[in-house]
């Protein structure tokens, strides 16, 4: 997988920690792979089984070096597999922590009817940035962010003809140094893509990111080289990442 993003001058990549386990593997591959970094964080699906040591424990792997957000953190209101308070517990707690470490935050946000929004409104501070990952919001929501200054995540979503229009309308009017392009790998594989790999067909992978980054510069009207130069250049600028071999 690692060999099939190079060869697509995907690289270096930022692997996302969801739990507590996730993050710290992460960290050990981060160790072996100079070209990976990653996020530590406690999605908010993973928010009910949370460990009540979880905020020293989060704290202890956010101070790595290779981890370079915190997240992915938020609130789901759209599938609720934990308790909204407990969402909105873990995700204060790692606003702060944000905060506290001079990090950016790396947010998850659906169909939340603006508590994440207001949430960071009345937190995020000290906070030196946020992407908004995975953006699947209306204009409201947009605009909202937009004004605070925050990034925004763009996945394979926007290649969706049947969910995708809403977005596919919004895509032209985020500023180009606000936007960033995912995978958000294993899922969101970019219809019309083919399967990387034999017997993973619709498993996502970083090598398919030219697929989201090709639908972008298809809606703005611009060449894909300029998407991919700009989502690079604000990548590196986020998260602190370094100038790779790969041309990416």
């Given at each position: 997988?690692?060999?099939?993003?190079?060869?697509?001058?995907?690289?270096?990549?930022?692997?996302?920690?969801?739990?507590?386990?996730?993050?710290?593997?992460?960290?050990?591959?981060?160790?072996?792979?100079?070209?990976?970094?990653?996020?530590?964080?406690?999605?908010?699906?993973?928010?009910?089984?949370?460990?009540?040591?979880?905020?020293?424990?989060?704290?202890?792997?956010?101070?790595?070096?290779?981890?370079?957000?915190?997240?992915?953190?938020?609130?789901?209101?759209?599938?609720?597999?934990?308790?909204?308070?407990?969402?909105?517990?873990?995700?204060?707690?790692?606003?702060?922590?944000?905060?506290?470490?001079?990090?950016?935050?790396?947010?998850?946000?659906?169909?939340?009817?603006?508590?994440?929004?207001?949430?960071?409104?009345?937190?995020?501070?000290?906070?030196?940035?946020?992407?908004?990952?995975?953006?699947?919001?209306?204009?409201?929501?947009?605009?909202?962010?937009?004004?605070?200054?925050?990034?925004?995540?763009?996945?394979?979503?926007?290649?969706?003809?049947s969910r995708g229009d809403e977005l596919r309308s919004l895509v032209p009017?985020?500023?180009?140094?606000?936007?960033?392009?995912?995978t958000d790998a294993p899922f969101l594989f970019p219809a019309g893509a083919?399967?990387?790999?034999?017997?993973?067909?619709?498993?996502?992978?970083?090598?398919?990111?030219?697929?989201?980054?090709?639908?972008?510069?298809?809606?703005?009207?611009?060449?894909?080289?300029?998407?991919?130069?700009?989502?690079?250049?604000?990548a590196r600028a986020l998260f602190s990442l370094p100038v790779s071999d790969?041309?990416?």
């Open positions: 997988m690692l060999q099939r993003a190079r060869s697509h001058a995907v690289s270096p990549l930022l692997l996302t920690g969801t739990d507590l386990d996730s993050s710290a593997a992460a960290i050990g591959l981060c160790a072996v792979h100079s070209d990976l970094f990653c996020t530590a964080g406690i999605h908010p699906h993973d928010a009910a089984g949370a460990p009540d040591d979880w905020a020293d424990r989060l704290r202890t792997l956010a101070a790595n070096p290779a981890v370079r957000a915190i997240g992915e953190t938020g609130l789901d209101f759209n599938r609720n597999y934990s308790p909204p308070e407990a969402q909105r517990a873990l995700f204060a707690g790692q606003i702060v922590l944000a905060g506290d470490l001079g990090k950016p935050l790396f947010v998850h946000d659906r169909d939340t009817g603006g508590a994440v929004y207001e949430m960071l409104a009345e937190r995020s501070p000290t906070v030196p940035d946020v992407v908004v990952h995975c953006f699947t919001g209306n204009r409201v929501d947009l605009e909202r962010y937009l004004e605070a200054g925050y990034y925004i995540g763009i996945t394979g979503w926007v290649c969706d003809p009017d985020i500023p180009i140094d606000r936007l960033l392009v995912e083919s399967a990387p790999a034999a017997g993973r067909k619709h498993r996502n992978e970083p090598c398919l990111l030219p697929y989201v980054i090709n639908e972008i510069a298809r809606l703005r009207n611009v060449h894909s080289d300029a998407i991919a130069a700009a989502t690079t250049s604000n790969v041309n990416t």
